[in-house]
């Protein structure tokens, strides 16, 4: 690995980068001395074939092969000389998971109006995970419909106006309104938030009806296959389970089939609210549905540990090297599953492997530089990201550097680069000032930074960066785009049929293809992206106006 011997602010290390990125093409030669550290594709190669082979069985969190896994990474830390930043002086922190698996046999949910009592029925009218805080559950309690179940004044909606939950079951539809903008839409829509704001406000439990575009997105059948399975939540060093809302008894998810008679009694009929919530969900109104639920059910629990690896890069600049610039990438995959076309084994390739073995590179790559940057490095493989961002969750909970002093975050996550690439997309760069710092590393290395091409997928929220967004951190999420710089290949296609074909199945392994010189300048830019932002004299901070900002920043 070459060395660089000055430590780079943003107009120097970009201009020394570029010199020694067209170095091997012959256009420029660097000073004597002054070698840019490379990430070349063998050393890329190397880490996914080793994290993607069949032995490792799909890296599932809190299995041998993910211990495994870790245990390599942690030996490459070792190899790199970062420091330990894990528990007690290692390079792995312990993360204790809760399996909750739901005893299907003793779930009964019914429906009370007056003497009238209606059974439903599990998996055909409503599906229930198991209960990660106790063993026995049982909730009686007032139906109380809520809308979207969200408060978002900025938009002129209160779904909890007038609303008394207290001591209530909370019914409330999936997603949240079109009118609002995507990663809005994005944060108010998710199950934590809209979790949160109901026990904040004394519900038991929370049930949710898909709406009408959703149910479309997500047939009741789709949602079926999942029934049943084991969930997953991290205990914290004070019992609480993942962070979830203790006073939440009940989640669940009704049929629109089974919520319909709900609301005929309610004398509000299901079908005009859920128009109603696509046309104009400012006036889907909030009430009481003079019914009352009894759910009972047993879950049993397993613990089991995981952990995270963290290895530390101590920054040089005596005044800036307390801030610490983190990368994060998921170690874990989905494991052994479902056969298809005769293969269990959910190798995770490009999801996450790949984003595992650039962090690698980005890590050995920066370790190797003879003065570090200013800022200290925090390089973060995390586990339980396929479960709900879950080891993410636990490190912005526990971490093992000050939060305070994290001044970013860089994650990558399943970069597709089946084709020669020319585009890049950090999502929630727009957020805060490291959009610069991106669209200056991109550049440098023959990309052009897009916006989100797709932001009604709303991925900003559904990586592992935004972990450290709740928590106040400016974070952005980076993936090459589709855009083919080969006319004889339709990037957009490939992108699709993986999507479509490969997510999340067996086929995600070693045979799929790589186009291998994007992925060695796909890596340089996340190693820019990190020289430029440890290296600056101001932090990066949230722009002005910043709806994650608002929220969650630090001012």
């Known amino acids: 690995m070459n060395r660089l011997a000055t430590p780079l602010g943003r107009s120097t ?47 599932d969190t809190g299995t041998d092969e993910y211990r495994i896994a870790a245990a390599y990474v942690a030996a490459q830390f070792t190899k790199y000389g970062l420091e330990p930043a894990g528990d007690d002086g290692t390079f792995l922190q312990t993360v204790t998971y809760r399996t909750t698996t739901l005893d299907e046999e003793s779930v009964e949910f019914a429906v009370l109006q007056g003497k009238k009592k209606r059974k439903l029925t ?25 809308g979207f179940g969200i408060d978002a004044p900025e938009f002129g909606i209160d779904s909890f106006a007038g609303i008394d939950l207290e001591g209530k079951i909370a019914i409330s539809l999936t997603g949240s309104p079109d009118g609002i903008p995507s990663e809005e839409r994005a944060h108010y829509s998710g199950r934590t938030t809209k979790r949160l704001a109901a026990a904040d406000r004394g519900a038991l439990g929370l049930l949710w009806i898909p709406s009408k575009s959703d149910a479309e997105r997500r047939p009741w059948e789709r949602r079926q296959r999942w029934a049943g399975r084991p969930s997953l939540t991290w205990m914290g060093e004070d019992g609480a389970t993942g962070g979830l809302p203790s006073g939440l008894r009940v989640s ?34 909030s009430f009481a549905l003079g019914q009352t639920a009894q759910v009972s ?29 983190v990368y994060t990438a998921h170690l874990d995959h989905v494991g052994v599953g479902r056969e298809v ?36 490095v925090l390089f973060l493989l995390v586990g339980g990201e396929e479960k709900g961002l879950l080891g993410s969750s636990y490190f912005a909970q526990y971490p093992t550097v000050a939060i305070e002093n994290i001044v ?31 669209a200056d590393a991109a550049a440098v290395n023959g990309f052009t930074l897009i916006p989100d091409p797709k932001p009604e997928q709303r991925l900003f929220v559904r990586s592992d960066q935004y972990s450290f967004v709740r928590r106040g951190v400016p974070s952005i999420y980076l993936v090459p785009g589709a855009n083919s710089t080969d006319p004889e290949i339709d990037g957009e296609q490939l992108v699709e049929d993986f999507v479509e074909n490969h997510y999340h199945r067996p086929s995600d392994d070693l045979s799929q293809p790589v186009d291998w010189p994007t992925a060695e300048r796909f890596s ?22 910043s709806f994650f900002g608002e929220v969650f920043g630090r001012r």
Do not use: C
């Not at 909730?139 to 809520?146: P, T």
């Open 122 to 146: 599990y998996k055909e009218d409503f599906l229930l995970g198991g209960d990660p805080a106790q063993e026995e559950t049982t909730v009686e309690a007032e139906l109380v419909f809520i």
């Open 252 to 285: 669940a998810y009704l049929s629109q089939k089974a919520a319909t008679p709900l609301f005929e009694r309610a004398g509000h009929p299901l079908a005009d609210l859920l128009e109603l919530a696509e046309e104009n969900p400012s006036e889907l109104p």
């Open 408 to 438: 970013a975050d860089i994650n990558i996550d399943m970069p597709l680069m089946l084709a020669p690439l020319d585009q890049i997309i950090a999502f929630g760069s727009e957020h805060s000032t490291l959009e610069a710092a991106v």
């Open 13 to 59: 290390a970009l201009s020394f980068l570029a010199l020694a990125l067209l170095a091997p093409l012959g256009a420029v030669e660097p000073e004597v001395g002054q070698d840019a550290p490379i990430i070349e594709a063998q050393t890329l190669r190397a880490h996914l074939e080793f994290l993607a082979d069949d032995l490792l069985q799909g890296r």
């Open 524 to 545: 340089r830019t996340n190693l820019l992206i990190g020289l430029i932002v440890a290296n600056e004299d101001e932090r990066p901070s949230w722009n002005e106006g």
């Open 341 to 376: 076309e005769g293969d269990t084994i959910y190798n995770g390739a490009y999801d996450n492997a790949m984003g595992s073995a650039i962090t690698l590179a980005v890590a050995e790559a920066m370790a190797d530089m003879e003065t570090r940057p200013r800022r200290s």
């Open 297 to 325: 059910f047993r879950s049993t629990h397993e613990a089991v540990t995981s952990p995270n690896v963290a290895g530390l890069l101590p920054g040089s600049d005596p005044e800036l090297s307390h801030e610490t610039v």
